[in-house]
């Protein structure tokens, strides 16, 4: 058995852990939330952003944090422009299009990171990668306390954005009745890339997140983007709250299980909490009863 | 000073003669036609998570490639030039058998290389179905080569060789130090040549009075040491013994830094990184003090120091892999040359048959027993100490004295 001192700094690594993938959640569930379809592309856009961060260390020398401030928007853009003109687009108003047009996306855009990129694991290194925070008698990880902090920050200014925004607003409107937001006088097409941009956009502080800690290959993406889909279906399909909540959760429950079971086992917990979710309530913890 | 005055005896001047003549003989014959190159494969990961090592392993085998082109290339065959054919195994195990297949249309007469395991277990396999002779450089399992492959020959020292060298001095160690460390923690990789070391390892500590106080697996490539480094923490055990690869241990050891887990000693067996001077120039206060027994070049042959320098020339950092595959390039040669022709079949029944010299790697005389192990094959123990990796057992070729504890 494990000291308490050592399962609290595994809960709080863990919390931490959640953190990062609750960013990429939030993303992916405003567009569903919104668009009532799965961005099947959402990991590839993270594997984009990443590689984003990378380039602006390797070549800039930027660092990966400060990368944030050219990766938000850039991200932001790219999402715009993916929904505005190929995936609306391309697929003709019909939600089972919009599936595939993504998922056709996704590939595309890992077999072009492959072409540019080829397989090689690349890392960043930074002086404060390894450095830690003392609270009391807990290590807690620098890069780590970094992110859980940027990801409630994010999650806050989401909601800020749905709620007290005009653009949020607008938002909320063709989530609840596309029909009724278009008459009266909402730009459907431009709020359906504005929600791809900002999902996008969670992605670009995700990646900054990421890197100082983690490694990215054309197919890192897709690894968080399987845990970023359980949280969405243990949050509630659609879900900020829920988004946040779950991310955090799995984050917890990843730590734990791997604390007990070795890190061979660590995911084994998230795909049972998958599983046992869809069973008991389908709608997940915040979603809405329909 | 009288043997520089000595008049050359009779038999000297014959067989001078001899060289001159059989030189001008030769002479037109090279005018005539350059004798065809023998293509030898090496087969690394030159992309994906093991890059690096790929990438080393190359060096060193063009390294020996030049070596054997400068004196003249191949005796047997009138001085024909090798030429190394590089085949990708991007790191995973379909892929290193996709690249033998690649190796064999590009007609090499042997393969050498693999490094993983897993890679090595499958090319090897896709190298047997065309008779390919092929000489694994520093993969580990002992599966390899009991698998009854005529091809199959493994260069380096295999994993029960190597736990057995590993153990005793371990004991050694210890035992020198009046037995500071009881408690052993194993972390290793979850693939075959991490779990394959760890289950041995279970087997063989507690009969030398070391207890397990635990075994902790996880994936390659990792993403994450800080549960480890906690369970560590929380165990406090005195000897921590690692089996990964590269990035693995840098992460292991500088989350154990992190983390403030300071055992009596970090005792590596086929650490990826600890025989790595990457790891040691760029985290020193992380790699201080850590033990390795690994494939490792001949610290008193010169060729071993050149080859160094080559590689740092280059702007790498040293490892391990440059010194086995130029040893193994050599043998390869030196095959074809008893073979004297450019033949797979002739060449298999050379490495099975005939002793080789071991280049830099302190094997003495290679030669292969039946089941195409080589059976002289040693790993040696090294620690770093003050930024550097020296060699601390056996007696023959160490470099200094270990510091234990650490």
């Given at each position: 058995m494990y000291s308490p001192l050592i399962v609290a700094e595994a809960l709080l690594n863990g919390l931490m852990l959640g953190a990062v993938y609750a960013l990429v959640a939030l993303g992916l569930t405003l567009v569903y939330g919104v668009?009532?379809?799965?961005?099947?592309?959402h990991g590839a856009f993270l594997t984009v952003a990443m590689f984003g961060v990378w380039l602006a260390w390797d070549r800039?020398?930027?660092d990966p944090y400060l990368s944030m401030v050219l990766l938000v928007p850039a991200m932001g853009a790219l999402g715009y422009a993916a929904q505005r003109w190929i995936i609306g687009p391309a697929s003709r108003g019909a939600d089972n299009s919009i599936l595939l047009v993504t998922l056709g996306l996704s590939i595309v855009i890992q077999n072009g990171l492959l072409a540019l990129f080829s397989s090689d694991t690349r890392t960043i290194d930074t002086d404060y990668a390894f450095q830690v925070v003392e609270v009391g008698p807990l290590l807690l990880s620098f890069p780590r306390v970094v992110g859980l902090g940027a990801a409630l920050v994010t999650a806050v200014a989401l909601w800020v954005i749905l709620n007290r925004t005009d653009i949020g607003r607008a938002i909320r409107a063709v989530a609840k009745e596309k029909l009724g937001a278009s008459l009266v006088g909402i730009d459907v097409a431009h709020v359906y890339a504005v929600t791809f941009a900002i999902g996008s956009a969670c992605l670009g502080v995700a990646a900054a997140l990421l890197m100082p800690v983690f490694y990215v290959e054309p197919n890192t993406g897709a690894a968080f983007v399987l845990v970023a889909f359980t949280i969405v279906v243990l949050g509630g399909m659609g879900s900020v709250t829920g988004a946040l909540v779950g991310g955090l959760l799995i984050g917890v429950v990843e730590s734990a299980s791997s604390l007990w079971f070795g890190d061979s086992l660590g995911q084994i917990g998230i795909f049972l909490i998958f599983i046992a979710v869809l069973l008991i309530?389908?709608?997940?913890?915040f979603g809405a009863r329909q | 000073m009288t043997d520089m005055f000595r008049t050359p005896t009779r038999r000297a001047v014959l067989r001078g003669g001899a060289a001159a003549a059989v030189t001008a003989l030769a002479a037109p014959a090279v005018l005539r036609a350059q004798p065809a190159a023998v293509k030898i494969g090496l087969l690394q990961?030159?992309?994906?998570?093991?890059a690096q090592a790929g990438d080393l392993a190359r060096v060193g085998a063009e390294f020996a490639v030049k070596e054997i082109n400068d004196a003249g290339g191949i005796k047997a065959l009138g001085g024909a030039p090798v030429e190394l054919v590089v085949g990708d195994s991007r790191s995973n195990a379909e892929a290193g058998a996709q690249a033998t297949e690649e190796l064999n249309s590009a007609g090499v007469v042997a393969i050498g290389g693999g490094f993983a395991s897993g890679i090595s277990l499958t090319a090897t396999q896709a190298a047997a179905r065309y008779d390919l002779p092929f000489l694994v450089d520093?993969?580990?399992?002992?599966?390899i080569t009991q698998r009854d492959l005529a091809n199959t020959f493994r260069f380096g020292p295999n994993f029960s060789m190597a736990t057995e060298i590993a153990l005793a001095n371990l004991v050694k160690l210890n035992d020198a130090a009046g037995s500071p460390a009881k408690t052993v923690a194993l972390v290793h990789e979850d693939g075959l040549f991490g779990s394959g070391l760890a289950k041995l390892m279970q087997e063989k500590l507690p009969g030398l009075g070391f207890e397990i106080v635990e075994v902790i697996s996880h994936p390659t490539p990792a993403r994450d040491m800080s549960n480890v480094a906690l369970r560590l923490r929380s165990l406090q055990p005195d000897l921590i013994i690692p089996s990964h690869y590269y990035n693995e241990f840098v992460l292991l050891a500088r989350t154990l830094q992190q983390q403030r887990v300071k055992p009596k000693g970090i005792y590596a067996i086929f650490g990826g990184a600890a025989s790595s001077y990457q790891f040691v120039k760029e985290y020193p206060d992380a790699a201080e003090g850590v033990f390795d027994c690994n494939h490792w070049g001949d610290p008193s042959n010169p060729i071993d120091a050149a080859l160094q320098a080559e590689v740092e020339a280059q702007g790498k950092f040293y490892a391990y892999n440059a010194p086995i595959n130029y040893s193994l390039v050599k043998v390869l040669a030196e095959a074809v040359e008893k073979a004297g022709a450019a033949d797979r079949a002739a060449v298999t029944e050379q490495l099975a048959s005939a002793e080789f010299a071991s280049g830099v790697m302190p094997y003495g005389t290679t030669k292969f027993d039946a089941s195409g192990q080589n059976a002289s094959a040693l790993p040696l123990n090294t620690q770093v100490q003050g930024g550097e990796i020296k060699v601390i057992y056996p007696a023959e070729y160490a470099q200094t004295e270990p510091k234990f504890p650490v």
């Open positions: 668009l009532h379809i799965v961005n099947f592309a800039l020398g930027m309530r389908p709608t997940g913890l | 990961p030159l992309s994906g998570f093991l520093s993969a580990v399992a002992d599966s």
